[in-house]
């Protein structure tokens, strides 16, 4: 199979502010038809690597490409107006004065019956057509979004920025018109490269995930492989609450008490931090000989008493004070599940889902 050209590639971008470099050294493929998703903290930089790609702000160094030609690098810029890239930010600010139908018309080229075509056309697509003649005052937050895409895509941008553009939104609108939003894209093949500090957005909307931290890119892949293999504590905590173990490496395996954990590959003497999610701790509701002993994967329970148990809508999260250490270890539990706090019950961890990182801090 032929490898495809990336539709936008930026190479080694980096961006300084008093020396500070906000953006460093980032590189990234967005192909045509997907959608890749920088996702990071608020203020780990990236609206500014938006800007760059946009032409709105220049780089110190790196290079720019679209279709495999150079756009822009610290000599050679194309001006934004001719990259073909489209915008849309979260205070997508319609034109007030304007009507729907010119403000979709506005970045249009052609004679008048053509941009009425393409307008009429587009407004169709975004569900907004009864609305061609209303003003933006007149809309509710979730049909300017739609007009507001249909502006973007008038131009037929070959590429979309998008920086957290639906987190205005409120979220009983926000899904709808993220997917819809999102279909209206791929059927115009449009590249789109969508910043959000919001996993949860970057899991429902992305095919590959950029996590960035302080400027950098740390991870890369589809968002199963960031949720399934994350590369340090740090990843595993932006997508959700952990638990943390810490043990020290014996040939090649830490002992606590939940039982052995393997840490291939790690040295003698290393301090590991053990990470699981909530949803990976079991209660041990058997514990007392009334049905099947664990499984070699859920290895030995240690007992914990609870401190505090909440409903969360379609599950429980019990927090357990564990009678070893005196830790807290959070645990969520499928539906309905609220023990009394002082109850004390077995806890296991699903050994085949927790992750075991070297603990820097802590390395000889
Ligand atoms: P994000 O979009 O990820 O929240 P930004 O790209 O907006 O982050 O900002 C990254 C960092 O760069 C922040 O620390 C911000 O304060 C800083 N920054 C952004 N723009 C400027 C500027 N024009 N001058 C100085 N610092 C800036
Ligand atoms: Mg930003």
């Known amino acids: 199979m032929q490898s495809q050209i990336p539709r936008l590639e930026i190479r080694n971008l980096t961006r300084r502010y008093d020396r500070r470099a906000v953006v460093n050294d980032v590189s990234l493929r967005v192909m045509p038809g997907q959608v890749t998703c920088l996702l990071g903290p608020s203020g780990c930089g990236k609206s500014t690597t938006l800007r760059m790609i946009a032409g709105v702000e220049m780089q110190d160094s790196g290079e720019i490409y679209v279709d495999g030609r150079l756009i822009c690098d610290t000599v050679f810029r194309v001006p934004p107006e001719r990259r073909h890239i489209g915008l849309m930010f979260q205070d997508f600010a319609l034109f007030p004065h304007l009507n729907v139908a010119h403000n979709v018309a506005f970045g249009l080229l052609g004679n008048k019956a053509e941009k009425f075509a393409r307008v009429t056309e587009l407004l169709e697509r975004v569900g907004m057509g009864r609305y061609i003649d209303a003003y933006p005052h007149e809309l509710s937050g979730g049909e300017q979004q739609r007009v507001a895409l249909a502006r973007a895509l008038a131009p037929k941008p070959s590429i979309m920025l998008m920086d957290e553009p639906f987190s205005g939104l409120d979220n009983r609108l926000r899904d709808g018109i993220r997917d819809e939003t999102l279909d209206i894209l791929r059927e115009e093949d449009t590249a789109i ?81 053990i990470v699981i999610r909530p949803q990976h701790i079991k209660i041990d509701f058997d514990r007392n000989g009334r049905g099947p002993n664990p499984t070699p994967q859920d290895g030995t329970p240690a007992r914990g008493v609870v401190v505090r148990a909440r409903f969360m809508g379609s599950e429980s999260l019990v927090e357990f004070r564990m009678d070893h250490d005196g830790s807290i270890l959070k645990a969520t539990v499928p539906k309905v599940f609220l023990p009394e706090p002082g109850k004390a019950l077995w806890l296991m961890i699903r050994r085949d889902r927790c992750f075991v990182f070297p603990n820097r801090r802590g390395a000889v």
């Open 193 to 273: 490269l969508l910043v959000t500090h919001e996993p949860q957005e970057a899991m429902r909307m992305a095919d590959e995930i950029a996590l960035m931290r302080d400027g950098r890119i740390v991870q890369q892949g589809a968002p199963y492989n960031i949720y399934n293999s994350p590369i340090d504590r740090s990843a595993v905590a932006f997508f959700s609450d952990t638990n943390v173990i810490r043990g020290t490496v014996r040939g090649a395996l830490t002992e606590t008490p939940f039982g052995h954990f393997l840490a291939p590959g790690v040295p003698d003497g290393q301090d590991v931090e």
